[in-house]
């Protein structure tokens, strides 16, 4: 039986700012992201994944690469695997979205990950 295991991307100073990413942003992990996704890799170990894919945005990748080379499995760059448009939002805080808005954008405990 196949298992997938969906991890988001470590922080970046745009989590930290509230902004939404964009398709094709080249935000990179900071220091706590980078230790965020290390600490991913020895909860995911048990469950011995084997590929790591990553869409094409620079975070993820550098998440994914920090995975691939923390559980020793190879890393997959797949093309159609991007970003949300997020439109007028991107780069926003949520400060600037209407009340009607139909989308909430929050995270458990303000955390970047949830495995």
Do not use: C
């Amino acid at each position: 039986m196949t298992r997938l295991i969906l991890v988001r991307h470590g922080q970046t100073k745009k989590n930290i700012s509230g902004k939404l990413h964009q398709a094709g942003d080249s935000e990179i992990l900071n220091k706590k992201g980078k230790k965020q996704m290390k600490k991913v890799a020895l909860r995911i170990k048990t469950m011995g994944p084997r590929v790591v894919y990553s869409s094409t945005e620079k975070r993820a990748q550098e998440s994914a690469e920090v995975l691939s080379q923390e559980l020793n499995i190879p890393m997959k760059i797949i093309e159609g695997m991007q970003e949300r448009n997020w439109g007028n939002f991107s780069g926003k805080t949520k400060n600037f979205w209407p009340k009607s808005s139909q989308f909430s954008y929050s995270h458990p405990e303000g955390n970047e990950i949830v495995v």
